[in-house]
């Protein structure tokens, strides 16, 4: 038997790649099954982003770069941060790293110390807890509630400060519950850290993702306070459709940036070098390629909410960004479907991707197990026959 340390023990794996993983598998088994799990652009990444890492690669771009970053990229995410949400930053106050994953782990680790305290509202998304507890912080589950769209008030930020917090987490447009908070919502939640030593972490891989006339806001761009106690944090998976690249950024505090390059420059390095010449070049969308995927996704986000909130006993409040569609189906908890009992989000994933060949992922890792996220990048064609086989699935 293998030693494995205590820190790999505490880690479950990820329940939205655990249902995916399950979903392909059934797959290989010649199943058709409609999967509603990954959150992964459907789209391929567009011709003249992959064009630009080939240009790279045969231009010999495959040696060691920059720990942070090539100097390039990090000039460009400072111009966009500038044009696009009214943030100042220096190429030395942003780092690129692998993925908005390895972004919120490198971050964490970089300001948290054992025994911090994080507040982090629910929903989350399912990395958030691991990420804490790796960097030896304490997790801070705050319950919203769906009268309130899933997002936290000031009065319960202010409630669930102590002695001991560190880092307000905040991730808008969200996942998994699809809600973007306004500009309002984001200035009273930056109201209440004034005049405390707290840092926000936040999480605006979306941004670009944002439907029904939605407005959004990095609380970076709140206030001079809200600026400087902000990490924020974004990339290049879901608005580009750049999943397999793994390229995410982080922008803030030099003194945190600094301290991030050093935790990176032993854990990776930099970036891969070619792909950041791709990411360059992604912001060079001349066609409006992210707007067209963006139109895409609207439609989707429209249609697969309007079905599920035809379903009798399913409430599912509409997407203003991201591509989820996160409906409460508790009113099903306690009943017999196809014969077997549903009593949790887990036990309704489950048998609706056994039975009626529909993967979901359950709400509970996610903190809501009232609920169950249903991604919607995929094709409309699967989102309405993927309902049509709910719908079935819960009749029974």
Known sequence: MSKISKRALSVPGSATMAVDSRAKELKAQ????????????????????????????????????????????????????????????SAKQIIVNI?????????????????????????????????????????????TSKDNGYKITP?????????KTAMFLINSPNNPGGFTYTPEELAALAKVLE????????????ERLVYNGTKFMS???????AYSRTVTINGFSKAYAMTGWRLGYSAGPADVIAAMERLQSHMTQNPVSFAQYAALAAFDDKEGVVEKMRQEFEKRARYMCDRLNA?????????????????????????????????NSMDFAKNLLEEANVALVPGGPFGCDKNVRLSFACSMKNIEEGINRLEKWLKS
């Open 30 to 89: 010649g199943r058709n099954v409609i999967s509603f799990g990954a959150g992964e652009p459907d789209f391929d990444t567009p011709q003249y982003i992959k064009d630009a890492a080939v240009k790279a690669l045969n231009g010999g771009k495959t040696g060691y770069t920059a720990t942070p970053g090539i100097l390039e990229l990090r000039e460009a995410i400072a111009n966009k941060l500038k044009t696009e949400n009214s943030l100042t930053y």
């Open 99 to 143: 993925g908005a994953k390895h972004s919120v782990y490198e971050t964490m680790q970089a300001i948290i110390d054992e025994g911090d305290e994080v507040i982090v509202p629910a929903p989350y998304w399912v990395t958030y807890p691991e990420a804490v507890k790796l960097a030896g912080g304490v997790f801070v589950e705050v319950a």
């Open 155 to 163: 009065a319960q930020l202010k409630a669930a400060i102590t002695p």
């Open 195 to 206: 005049g405390t030593n707290i840092m926000v972490l936040s999480d605006e891989i979306y």
């Open 219 to 225: 609380f970076a761009a709140v206030s001079a306070d």
């Open 311 to 343: 379903i009798q006993g399913v409430v599912c409040p509409e997407p203003t960004g991201a591509f989820y569609c996160f409906p409460d189906v508790s009113s099903y908890y306690g009943k017999t479907i196809g014969g077997v009992a549903i009593n």
